[in-house]
């Protein structure tokens, strides 16, 4: 780490700044020239020694410029046909840029492809005004590590690691991604790219790569570009649901499993618009059907069986009640006929005829054999048929069921 340190302040002090890295095809050299603060560098398609030209200098004209004085550091491959350079250097801002260029193997001159202010990018809180840089390219999928200076001179790192995996159509101010994992425990990433499509993302053994696009019956377009989304799902069949705007609607994007899709259906907005032929409905219907072609439970049957047995019952004995009521009244009037005071018209009755439900003997009349004390209790054979517990014994009966 003293080395590496001794090494970036030795560059940040001297007055002309180089870089150099080797390649498959050579050594790449470059400086700043001190009077101009452009960037020379040796023809690039140089093979053992590298050739720098003097009067006629290469120069690279990179879109953010270098400050004067800038340290260098810079790194690059040979790719089986061209060499490339990734160069790093400061500007008047103190920001640090990438400038990347490609070489023209016939020509000797490299070719400017963008440069990248990755200070701003990586959000560094403080840059050294004068900095020293040095660089370290590990490997295609390691990437870069770019070592500079803070404002306390302590030397820090900046990594970069390339891409492995492209999302199309992407917008960093999406408004929401959906995820679900199937039965295998493979993860996918929902989201709505800008052209109003909807997109997959799976991971497989640590992979992530971009899943085939469905049909637009399966996966409808959106109305807006990087939507918002729902994802809903059952890991243990691989089931997912998807919800999200298309044509005014809600849609419902549905994968019966971890692979097969069918075709995305609008959400009914009451139940009487909702498919009745569904599975579902189907199923309910015929478990109705059969529930319905049982009949009458047996609670139900003994029920109705001992509700007519007392109905029967009822019938007979209200019968036989007004046959003794009538005979009883017809005893009655005789007697009165007998009895009666002379300014009593014939035939009318001793007793008022709310009476006839109280008993008509009574202690305090003579105990005459015209008055049949069986006969005149008759009523009460209605008061036991009219008695509550009558009426109770049915829920009783239907419990015990």
Known sequence: MFLLWLMIWAQATS?????????????????????????????????KTPIFPIEKPNVIKVGLKPRNGTALAAAGWWTGEKVTASIFYQTDESVI???????????????????????????????????????????????????????????MMLRYIPKTTTLPSWDPDIRSLGMSIDSSRSRSIFYVGTNKKLYQVTE???EWAL?????????????????????????????????????????QVHRKNSKDWEPAKVLPVNATSADQNSDDNKDSQETTNSSGSKGL??????????????????????????????AAKKDQDTEAEGDQAPDQSPGSPEVD????????????????????????????VMAELEHPPVIYELPENDGKK
């Open 97 to 155: 840029v990438n400038a990347y260029c490609e070489c023209n193997m016939t020509t000797g001159k490299l070719t400017y492809i963008n440069n990248w202010a990755i200070s701003e990018t990586a959000e560094v809180k403080s840059v050294n005004n004068e900095t020293g840089l040095s660089v370290q390219l590990l490997a295609a999928e390691e990437g870069y590590r770019l070592f500079y200076h803070n404002e306390d001179g302590d030397v």
């Open 204 to 206: 497989k053994n640590g």
């Open 15 to 47: 007055t002309t700044s180089l870089y150099a890295y080797n390649t498959a095809k050579g050594v790449q050299v470059g400086a700043q020239d001190p009077k101009t603060g452009e960037i020379h560098y040796s023809n690039c398609n140089s093979e």
């Open 353 to 380: 005829e709310a009476a006839t439900l109280k008993p008509v003997y009574s202690p305090s009349l003579d105990d005459s054999p015209k008055a049949d004390p069986v006969e005149m209790e008759s009523p009460r």
């Open 297 to 326: 439970s047996t609670g139900a049957k003994a029920g109705i069986g001992v509700g007519v047995s007392m109905g029967v019952v009822l019938i007979a004995g209200l019968i036989w009640y007004l046959i003794k009521r009538r």
């Open 211 to 251: 899943a085939p696009n469905q049909t637009g019956k399966v996966w409808p377009q959106a109305d807006d570009s990087s939507a918002d989304l729902a994802v809903a799902n059952e890991q243990s069949n691989g089931e997912t649901w998807i919800y999200y705007w298309a044509n005014d609607s809600i849609v």
